[in-house]
């Protein structure tokens, strides 16, 4: 198997630099976000890409927040971002770091490029610099500045440093090519005067610099290795590379930086080995918009409660949500690394969040549009506590420490929801009504006697009856209930606020169209149910407690924003965003309603009114066409697949058993239950023993993802797909080796352990052969040994790289690391 076929761009670069040896074997990435604003969806692939391929080579991460822009910034972002990072599941090398921290070398670097000829001050104003630029297709005119003397430059930047001009006057420019057909390289700007407060540096700079010149200094002297940037900024990498190339730090007196690996010292004139930029798509997600200036302005105009509110696709709203970080994680792992962009369907994202929450989620009760039911032949005064599972077999790994159980009071006076009855049924409606039998959740069965309604003629109180002889969910003659529906205890339940969220855009893509995004603002994404109830169950649980409400979706127990943002005027600044701190508590006041943010419903709502848009019904079943492309997370087909069950009594026996007997959730169910095809293929799969769930989510996920024709197994025989999901299980070969070995299965067939076998795909787990090519590295190179004794502990990286080369990439990173550094420190 080929490298190109096993990995994305990004990591074939990055593999193939270890393989070469480039920066010694090092792996260090970067994770550079400005701190003006929270993360969001769009910063989350970043990450993982930062974090995840420095991890995949034994290598390093590190964080510096990009602060070169006074105004904008602020402490409290700092502590949100680092928040965020460490929600999401990552952990950065060594403190944080700052642009702001190189603000000193980076001006003296300055002079030396003006003393070089590089560089020089532009006297004209930000029009007169506008008014020169030129276009695509005709040269920028020169400022009548750029042939001043380098004597005369150094004198005016040195004033520049020292305050003598007000904002606007000069501008520092780099010297490069005025009829560039790249418009970054005719004579880009370096610094700005401005007289303007920083977070960290107060008032001593009264000049910032420019990102493009701060940007890959800053990851050449902190010794980065590959700087991973989104494709807006592929222009801006002839830039990057200028500016590295005609840098001189040692002639600049550039020192090392404590803790960074670059740097410059005496025997540094050039950085060599260099740092390198490179480039990948963004992943546009639908409904949404991740613009900081755009999302701004809806906290600014109150659309939003803040940049954690929940509609926001912040990450801090992701959580405030109850969105998993390993569900974001696998989203952004499915979504991929490409190099053209694209856009998301933000039901792939549901779907993972779904497919999370599933094995971790309790199941409990909660009411959300009451109706009062009276059970006419239950006694008044007695309370009866029924006991009801959290999770539903097979559920592979709920939460550690929560019980199996949980007792639900039932009394004379229930709520249930309202939509749960119809005076007038329509044609297939399974629930509550006159005259109608209906099976309680985890309770008896009910029939409705009589009506009640109010002086408008709205149903307010239902009078029903109760069979006792039906507690375990079973009559004793055999009848079978059409439904079952979940309730609440009217008198024994706790009173919750929901809030039941939806998307914040009405279209796709919320900017198209329309020349204010505010137009396409959807006015049902925050609905407020403020009488709903729930069982007693949930009433010490804390604050982030996440739960299935059966029947409803999965929601979370709010924890009140910790921060808000407003926006202030100053008399002498510009306008700008200032971020305060609040203090909460977990505990709600006494007789308040527990607060619960709705996260995700169990199937996809707007993918069925999409359907119901667009073609009144779903007519796949009866024109013969497909159900629609096989993308995870998208809910089409699935009144086809109803239909199918409702036909076959096999295929609906086959959903009920996929749910109850193997655990999967409802969506894996209903996908692998539509068709006497996949039910045959799911069962062969999984009868070798392998996990039920992994073997559904496989088929869900891989398989409909690998890009053949309709997501089909094709060649793939079922016992040949059992035994990759075991390969990875047993960490025999990793997860993208597996992904790799899927398409070819697909389209080839064949055994995945004997093409392992062959061509030598497995994974190097074995601790003390590891330790053996560990030791011999080591002792290969005493050099690079004595500096890592003498404190240059980043050099485990170059040792990493050896062993990973001489493995072929095989051994375990984890593994290699640990061993490496207990051999460096006994070595020492």
């Given at each position: 198997?080929?490298e190109r076929?096993?990995?994305?761009?990004?990591r074939?670069?990055?593999?193939?630099?270890?393989?070469?040896?480039?920066?010694?074997?090092?792996?260090?990435?970067?994770f550079?976000?400005?701190p003006?604003?929270?993360?969001?969806v769009?910063?989350?692939?970043a990450?993982?890409?930062?974090?995840?391929?420095?991890?995949?080579h034994?290598?390093?991460?590190?964080?510096?927040?990009?602060?070169?822009?006074?105004t904008?910034?602020?402490?409290a972002y700092?502590?949100?971002i680092?928040?965020?990072i460490?929600?999401?599941?990552?952990?950065?090398?060594g403190?944080?770091?700052?642009?702001s921290?190189?603000?000193?070398?980076?001006?003296r670097?300055a002079?030396q490029?003006?003393a070089?000829?590089?560089?020089y001050?532009?006297?004209?104003?930000?029009e007169?610099?506008?008014?020169?630029r030129?276009?695509?297709l005709?040269p920028?005119r020169?400022?009548?500045?750029r042939?001043?003397?380098?004597?005369?430059?150094?004198?005016?930047?040195?004033?520049?440093?020292?305050?003598?001009?007000a904002?606007?006057?000069?501008v520092?420019?780099?010297?490069i090519?005025l009829a560039?057909s790249?418009?970054?390289?005719?004579?880009p700007?370096?610094y700005?005067?401005?007289?303007?407060?920083?977070?960290?540096?107060?008032?001593?700079w009264?000049?910032y610099?420019f990102?493009?010149?701060?940007h890959?200094q800053?990851?050449?002297?902190?010794?980065?290795?590959?700087?991973f940037?989104?494709?807006?900024f592929?222009?801006?990498?002839?830039l990057?590379?200028?500016?590295?190339?005609?840098?001189?730090p040692a002639?600049?007196g550039i020192?090392?930086?404590p803790g960074?690996?670059?740097?410059g010292g005496a025997?540094?004139?050039?950085?060599?080995?260099?740092?390198?930029?490179?480039?990948?798509?963004?992943?546009n997600?639908d409904?949404?918009?991740?613009?900081?200036?755009?999302?701004?302005?809806?906290?600014?105009e109150?659309?939003v409660?803040?940049?954690?509110?929940p509609r926001m696709?912040?990450?801090?709203?992701f959580?405030?949500?109850?969105?998993?970080p390993?569900?974001?994680?696998?989203f952004?792992?499915?979504?991929?690394i490409?190099?053209?962009?694209?856009?998301?369907?933000?039901?792939?994202?549901?779907?993972?969040?779904?497919?999370?929450?599933?094995?971790?989620?309790?199941?409990?009760?909660?009411v959300?549009?009451p109706?009062?039911v009276?059970i006419?032949?239950?006694?008044?005064a007695?309370?009866?506590?029924?006991?009801a599972?959290?999770?539903?077999r097979g559920?592979d790994?709920?939460?550690?420490?929560?019980?199996?159980?949980?007792?639900?009071?039932?009394?004379r006076v229930?709520?249930?929801?309202?939509?749960?009855?119809?005076?007038?049924p329509?044609p297939?409606?399974?629930r509550l009504?006159?005259?109608?039998?209906?099976r309680l959740?985890?309770?008896?069965f009910?029939?409705?006697?009589?009506?009640e309604k109010?002086?408008?003629?709205?149903?307010?109180?239902?009078?029903?009856?109760?069979?006792?002889?039906t507690?375990?969910?079973a009559a004793p003659?055999?009848?079978r209930p059409?439904?079952?529906i979940h309730w609440?205890?009217a008198?024994?339940s706790l009173p919750?606020?929901v809030?039941m969220y939806?998307r914040?855009?009405?279209?796709?893509?919320?900017?198209?169209?329309?020349d204010d995004?505010?137009?396409?603002?959807?006015p049902?994404?925050?609905q407020?149910?403020?009488?709903?109830?729930?069982?007693?169950?949930?009433?010490?649980?804390?604050?982030?407690t996440?739960?299935?409400?059966?029947?409803l979706?999965y929601?979370?127990?709010?924890r009140?924003?910790k921060a808000?943002?407003t926006v202030?005027?100053?008399?002498?600044?510009?306008?700008?965003?200032?971020?305060t701190?609040?203090?909460?508590?977990?505990?709600?006041?006494?007789?308040?309603r527990?607060?619960?943010?709705?996260?995700?419903?169990?199937r996809?709502?707007?993918?069925?009114?999409a359907?119901?848009?667009?073609r009144?019904?779903d007519?796949?079943?009866?024109?013969?066409?497909?159900?629609?492309?096989?993308t995870?997370?998208v809910?089409t087909?699935r009144?086809?697949?109803?239909a199918a069950?409702?036909s076959?009594?096999t295929?609906?026996?086959?959903?009920?058993?996929?749910?109850?007997?193997l655990?999967?959730?409802g969506?894996?169910?209903?996908?692998?239950s539509?068709?006497?095809?996949?039910?045959?293929?799911y069962?062969?799969?999984?009868?070798d023993?392998?996990?039920?769930?992994?073997?559904?989510?496989w088929?869900?996920h891989?398989v409909?993802g690998?890009g053949v024709?309709?997501g089909?197994?094709?060649?793939?025989e079922?016992?040949?797909?059992s035994?990759?999901?075991g390969?990875?299980?047993?960490?025999?070969i990793?997860?993208?080796v597996?992904?790799?070995?899927?398409?070819?299965?697909?389209?080839g067939?064949?055994?995945?352990?004997?093409i392992?076998?062959?061509?030598?795909?497995?994974?190097?787990?074995d601790?003390?052969?590891?330790?053996?090519?560990?030791?011999?590295?080591v002792?290969?190179?005493?050099?690079?040994?004595s500096?890592?004794?003498?404190?240059?502990?980043?050099?485990?990286g170059?040792?990493?790289?050896?062993v990973?080369?001489?493995?072929?990439?095989?051994?375990?990173?984890a593994?290699?690391?640990?061993l490496?550094?207990?051999?460096?420190?006994?070595?020492?």
């Amino acid at each position: 198997m080929s490298e190109r076929e096993r990995l994305d761009f990004i990591r074939q670069i990055v593999a193939r630099d270890v393989r070469n040896d480039r920066h010694g074997g090092r792996v260090l990435t970067r994770f550079p976000p400005e701190p003006n604003g929270f993360l969001h969806v769009g910063h989350a692939s970043a990450i993982c890409l930062d974090f995840q391929v420095a991890a995949e080579h034994g290598g390093r991460t590190t964080l510096r927040m990009d602060d070169t822009n006074p105004t904008t910034e602020d402490p409290a972002y700092v502590e949100a971002i680092a928040r965020d990072i460490r929600w999401l599941g990552f952990e950065w090398d060594g403190d944080i770091r700052y642009a702001s921290d190189y603000f000193e070398p980076l001006y003296r670097m300055a002079l030396q490029m003006i003393a070089d000829g590089f560089a020089y001050v532009d006297s004209l104003s930000e029009e007169e610099i506008r008014a020169h630029r030129g276009t695509v297709l005709e040269p920028s005119r020169p400022s009548p500045y750029r042939d001043r003397s380098a004597a005369e430059n150094l004198d005016l930047f040195r004033r520049m440093r020292a305050g003598e001009f007000a904002d606007g006057e000069h501008v520092l420019r780099a010297r490069i090519d005025l009829a560039a057909s790249n418009m970054k390289l005719r004579d880009p700007l370096m610094y700005r005067i401005r007289h303007a407060h920083h977070y960290r540096t107060g008032d001593a700079w009264p000049i910032y610099p420019f990102y493009d010149w701060a940007h890959g200094q800053s990851d050449a002297i902190e010794g980065i290795t590959h700087s991973f940037c989104t494709l807006e900024f592929q222009d801006n990498r002839a830039l990057y590379d200028w500016f590295i190339e005609h840098t001189r730090p040692a002639a600049a007196g550039i020192g090392r930086i404590p803790g960074a690996e670059g740097g410059g010292g005496a025997e540094l004139g050039s950085w060599d080995p260099r740092p390198r930029q490179y480039e990948f798509a963004r992943r546009n997600l639908d409904y949404t918009i991740v613009s900081k200036r755009k999302l701004l302005l809806l906290v600014e105009e109150g659309h939003v409660s803040g940049w954690d509110d929940p509609r926001m696709p912040t990450l801090a709203g992701f959580r405030r949500r109850g969105i998993p970080p390993d569900a974001v994680r696998a989203f952004c792992e499915q979504i991929g690394i490409g190099k053209a962009d694209n856009r998301v369907e933000i039901a792939t994202l549901e779907w993972a969040v779904r497919d999370a929450l599933n094995s971790r989620a309790p199941r409990v009760m909660a009411v959300l549009r009451p109706l009062e039911v009276v059970i006419d032949n239950y006694p008044e005064a007695e309370v009866e506590w029924l006991v009801a599972p959290y999770f539903p077999r097979g559920v592979d790994a709920p939460p550690e420490g929560w019980p199996e159980m949980r007792n639900v009071p039932f009394t004379r006076v229930l709520y249930i929801e309202r939509d749960d009855f119809s005076e007038a049924p329509a044609p297939g409606f399974k629930r509550l009504a006159p005259g109608r039998e209906v099976r309680l959740r985890h309770g008896y069965f009910i029939t409705c006697r009589r009506v009640e309604k109010d002086e408008t003629g709205r149903v307010v109180r239902l009078h029903c009856t109760y069979d006792p002889e039906t507690r375990s969910g079973a009559a004793p003659d055999g009848r079978r209930p059409a439904g079952t529906i979940h309730w609440v205890s009217a008198s024994r339940s706790l009173p919750i606020e929901v809030r039941m969220y939806d998307r914040l855009f009405r279209t796709s893509d919320p900017a198209a169209g329309v020349d204010d995004i505010r137009d396409n603002l959807n006015p049902d994404s925050l609905q407020v149910l403020a009488e709903s109830w729930a069982e007693p169950s949930l009433g010490n649980d804390p604050p982030e407690t996440m739960y299935q409400f059966e029947r409803l979706g999965y929601f979370i127990r709010d924890r009140p924003t910790k921060a808000v943002s407003t926006v202030v005027d100053g008399a002498d600044r510009p306008r700008e965003t200032e971020v305060t701190a609040v203090e909460t508590s977990d505990a709600a006041p006494p007789g308040a309603r527990l607060v619960f943010n709705r996260t995700v419903t169990l199937r996809d709502a707007w993918a069925r009114r999409a359907v119901s848009d667009t073609r009144g019904t779903d007519t796949s079943a009866s024109t013969g066409e497909a159900p629609g492309p096989a993308t995870p997370g998208v809910d089409t087909g699935r009144e086809s697949r109803d239909a199918a069950r409702r036909s076959d009594p096999t295929l609906q026996a086959a959903f009920e058993r996929f749910r109850t007997e193997l655990g999967l959730s409802g969506d894996l169910a209903d996908l692998l239950s539509g068709s006497a095809e996949s039910v045959y293929y799911y069962d062969r799969a999984i009868g070798d023993g392998v996990d039920p769930v992994a073997v559904a989510r496989w088929l869900v996920h891989e398989v409909r993802g690998a890009g053949v024709s309709g997501g089909a197994p094709g060649a793939l025989e079922p016992a040949a797909l059992s035994a990759l999901i075991g390969l990875v299980r047993d960490r025999a070969i990793s997860r993208t080796v597996a992904k790799s070995l899927l398409t070819r299965l697909i389209e080839g067939g064949g055994d995945p352990r004997e093409i392992v076998e062959r061509e030598g795909l497995s994974r190097i787990g074995d601790a003390e052969k590891i330790r053996a090519i560990v030791d011999r590295v080591v002792a290969g190179h005493p050099r690079e040994a004595s500096r890592y004794a003498a404190g240059q502990v980043g050099l485990v990286g170059f040792f990493v790289g050896q062993v990973m080369r001489e493995t072929e990439g095989r051994a375990d990173p984890a593994i290699v690391k640990k061993l490496l550094v207990e051999s460096l420190n006994d070595a020492t």
